[in-house]
């Protein structure tokens, strides 16, 4: 069907169907592969109406599902059922659900002008009355929709919290009604937000801007393309016409990889070496050992704080970590994130073979079991938030210095490039996408034998 959405089917008998696909996760908890329901009706538009219906009460199972708790299907219904009986109409019930939206509107706008004020630009109405969903309405469906396609749920958070900012900005208003003028609005208002403040709209952002420091080129390009990406998803589902924000992202003049810095061997030597370190016996050991682990690993950080000790494993006798989503609270950046990556010796020689057999006999399940599952963050939430306090302690952070737990992965990636390392092999250690069809749609992951070469060449003289 051309322009319309992927849960949107139509049977051989000119019916539309409601269909989602289960994320693999979640299917132990609902049972099933899929979830189907009849639209009951031959028309496309109220189908596609119908089915939003739909896709609001999944994206909440999903998100009961998500949280451990065991859906209940039978509270699925359409708002155009009662009981089970098919309202027969329906969609004249919905024709005067909108008149007395526009009659509301008119009375607001008239009361408005009664009182000698201007009516706002949201309040009166268009020439033509918009029938398209609400900004809110559309962030909702594709949550939805995202959520069944097991995008992560602190991805669609963000997202979420983006479009509240454009809803702050501009109102929640129909999706075919906003303008070119108005995601240049978005566009000013966002620029001058001060960094770490997208989940709220600051009571005068020019100010904050002044007294600091404003979001980066980067991240304001991160959030004009989810809000761009909302905007290709209403016009592909026939709501808009167009998208208002496309081509609005700012190009920058430098490469990819002077975004976020390496550790230079100075930077770890005072790291490790310092006063502040933490020592082998600290009462909290990931204090001690997710620096180290990331940096013979190249592991991102929560990929280290949410390890289980059964994830430390031991194939044809090479001791291995195996990065995985094997539990509910475990989660991967992407689906080549997963690896079977071999121990450095080093780390070997510090002991952590042994931490992990003490943790093992004091009867914990978790590498780390004193870190704690953030709703949004994962298991680095607190790790995250000690290691930028100890680097602001050992002076790695200022201005135009761009270093933290992530400059680790920089860090062993640009140590094995200078050595001249084949770039799939450093990919396989990393867990990123080869490049190439061959490899990435043939060839299988690196067996850990193959990658023990490539971890031991992480010689980095600093401890």
Same mark, same amino acid.
């Given at each position: 069907?051309?322009?319309?959405?992927?849960?949107?089917?139509?049977?051989?008998?000119?019916?539309?169907? #409601?269909?989602?696909?289960?994320?693999?996760?979640?299917?132990?908890?609902?049972?099933?592969?899929?979830?189907?329901?009849?639209?009951?009706?031959?028309?496309?538009?109220?189908?596609?109406?119908?089915?939003?219906?739909?896709?609001?009460?999944?994206?909440?199972? #999903?998100?009961?599902?998500?949280?451990?708790?065991?859906?209940?299907?039978?509270?699925?219904?359409?708002?155009?059922?009662?009981?089970?009986?098919?309202?027969?109409?329906?969609?004249?019930?919905?024709?005067?659900?909108?008149?007395?939206?526009?009659?509301?509107?008119?009375?607001?706008?008239?009361?408005?002008?009664?009182?000698?004020?201007?009516?706002?630009?949201?309040?009166?109405?268009?020439?033509?009355?918009?029938?398209?969903?609400?900004?809110?309405?559309?962030?909702?469906?594709?949550?939805?929709?995202?959520?069944?396609?097991?995008?992560?749920?602190?991805?669609?958070?963000?997202?979420?919290?983006?479009?509240?900012?454009?809803?702050?900005?501009?109102?929640?208003?129909?999706?075919?009604?906003?303008?070119?003028?108005?995601?240049?609005?978005?566009?000013?208002?966002?620029?001058?937000?001060?960094?770490?403040?997208?989940?709220?709209?600051?009571?005068?952002?020019?100010?904050?801007?002044?007294?600091?420091?404003?979001?980066?080129?980067?991240?304001?390009?991160?959030?004009?393309?989810?809000?761009?990406?909302?905007?290709?998803?209403?016009?592909?589902?026939?709501?808009?016409?167009?998208?208002?924000?496309?081509?609005?992202?700012?190009?920058?003049?430098?490469?990819?990889?002077?975004?976020?810095?390496?550790?230079?061997?100075?930077?770890?030597?005072?790291?490790?070496?310092?006063?502040?370190?933490?020592?082998?016996?600290?009462?909290?050991?990931?204090?001690?050992?997710?620096?180290?682990?990331?940096?013979?690993?190249?592991?991102?950080?929560?990929?280290?704080?949410?390890?289980?000790?059964?994830?430390?494993?031991?194939?044809?006798?090479?001791?291995?970590?195996?990065?995985?989503?094997?539990?509910?609270?475990?989660?991967?950046?992407?689906?080549?994130?997963?690896?079977?990556?071999?121990?450095?010796?080093?780390?070997?020689?510090?002991? #952590?073979?042994?931490?992990?057999?003490?943790?093992?006999?004091?009867?914990?399940?978790?590498?780390?079991?004193?870190?704690?599952?953030?709703?949004?963050?994962?298991?680095?939430?607190?790790?995250?938030?000690?290691?930028?306090?100890?680097?602001?302690?050992?002076?790695?952070?200022?201005?135009?210095?761009?270093?933290?737990?992530?400059?680790?992965?920089?860090?062993?990636?640009?140590?094995?490039?200078?050595?001249?390392?084949?770039?799939?092999?450093?990919?396989?250690?990393?867990?990123?996408?080869?490049?190439?069809?061959?490899?990435?749609?043939?060839?299988?992951?690196?067996?850990?034998?193959?990658?023990?070469?490539?971890?031991?060449?992480?010689?980095?003289?600093?401890?």
């Amino acid at each position: 069907m051309a322009n319309a959405p992927s849960y949107l089917l139509l049977s051989r008998h000119s019916v539309y169907y #409601f269909r989602v696909v289960v994320p693999d996760v979640l299917r132990p908890l609902i049972q099933r592969k899929e979830i189907r329901r009849s639209l009951q009706t031959r028309c496309k538009r109220e189908a596609m109406i119908r089915a939003r219906d739909f896709l609001a009460q999944v994206q909440q199972l #999903f998100t009961e599902a998500f949280q451990g708790n065991k859906p209940a299907l039978e509270r699925l219904h359409g708002a155009w059922e009662t009981g089970g009986t098919r309202l027969h109409g329906w969609a004249s019930w919905l024709r005067q659900q909108r008149l007395v939206e526009l009659c509301e509107a008119l009375d607001l706008s008239s009361r408005s002008k009664q009182l000698g004020h201007q009516a706002s630009t949201s309040v009166l109405l268009p020439e033509k009355p918009s029938y398209a969903p609400k900004l809110s309405e559309v962030q909702q469906e594709l949550d939805a929709l995202q959520a069944a396609q097991g995008v992560k749920p602190k991805t669609l958070q963000d997202k979420q919290a983006v479009t509240s900012l454009l809803i702050d900005t501009i109102g929640d208003m129909p999706v075919d009604l906003v303008t070119r003028k108005d995601a240049l609005e978005f566009k000013a208002f966002i620029t001058n937000l001060p960094p770490r403040r997208h989940h709220r709209k600051p009571a005068d952002p020019t100010i904050e801007a002044e007294a600091g420091e404003t979001i980066s080129i980067t991240t304001l390009n991160n959030y004009l393309k989810m809000v761009s990406s909302l905007f290709n998803f209403a016009a592909k589902a026939a709501y808009c016409k167009g998208n208002p924000f496309e081509g609005l992202q700012i190009k920058q003049r430098r490469k990819v990889n002077q975004e976020r810095q390496a550790f230079t061997e100075e930077d770890l030597r005072q790291l490790f070496s310092s006063e502040s370190y933490p020592k082998p016996d600290d009462p909290r050991p990931h204090k001690y050992w997710l620096p180290l682990l990331g940096l013979y690993t190249g592991a991102r950080m929560n990929e280290l704080c949410q390890l289980y000790l059964d994830d430390v494993v031991s194939p044809n006798g090479l001791d291995c970590i195996h990065f995985r989503e094997s539990r509910a609270d475990q989660s991967l950046k992407t689906v080549t994130s997963e690896r079977m990556l071999p121990i450095h010796s080093k780390l070997k020689a510090l002991g #952590f073979l042994e931490y992990v057999e003490k943790q093992r006999q004091a009867g914990h399940e978790r590498l780390f079991p004193e870190l704690t599952r953030h709703s949004k963050h994962g298991y680095a939430h607190a790790a995250s938030k000690w290691f930028a306090r100890l680097r602001e302690r050992l002076g790695l952070k200022g201005e135009g210095v761009r270093k933290d737990f992530h400059s680790f992965r920089h860090t062993v990636a640009d140590h094995l490039k200078q050595q001249g390392t084949d770039e799939a092999l450093v990919a396989g250690v990393l867990g990123h996408q080869a490049a190439g069809i061959t490899f990435s749609r043939y060839g299988k992951d690196y067996r850990p034998e193959v990658l023990l070469p490539v971890v031991e060449k992480i010689t980095l003289a600093v401890l």
